[in-house]
């Protein structure tokens, strides 16, 4: 069972700044990307930003160039920066792994942290 550990999140003053990191048990060459989402109480999980091999970096509209998410295969985790953080951003943070099973099929399983939960408030 593949593990995903979130950590990071916290309460941050409007204009402030967080730093989210999940550390997943995949194997690296496994992984077709990874990413992270958000839910805000009533509303549904969106997609944050997102990060595959070989693919384009994605970004939620309006959030490139406040957030920037990265990899470090070394250590197998993925860094979400977040900057200039707004009310509006408070959410629960969740980070997604999505791993390729093994030929012929090669099928796309998703596995997600328990979530963090990033409060912007004065």
């Known amino acids: 069972q593949v593990q995903v550990v979130e950590s990071g999140g916290g309460l941050v003053q409007p204009g402030g700044s967080l730093t989210l990191s999940c550390a997943t048990s995949a194997n690296v060459f496994n992984m077709k990307g990874m990413g992270w989402y958000r839910q805000a109480p009533g509303k549904q999980r969106e997609l944050v930003a997102s990060?595959?091999?070989?693919?384009?970096?994605i970004y939620q509209n309006g959030l490139k160039g406040r957030f920037a998410i990265s990899r470090d295969n070394a250590k197998n985790t993925v860094i979400l920066e977040m900057n200039s953080l707004k009310p509006e951003d408070t959410a629960v943070y969740y980070c997604n792994i999505k791993v390729m099973g093994p030929p012929p099929i090669f099928n796309i399983s998703d596995y997600w942290g328990q979530g963090t939960q990033v409060t912007v408030s004065s």
């Open positions: 990060i595959t091999n070989g693919g384009p970096t």
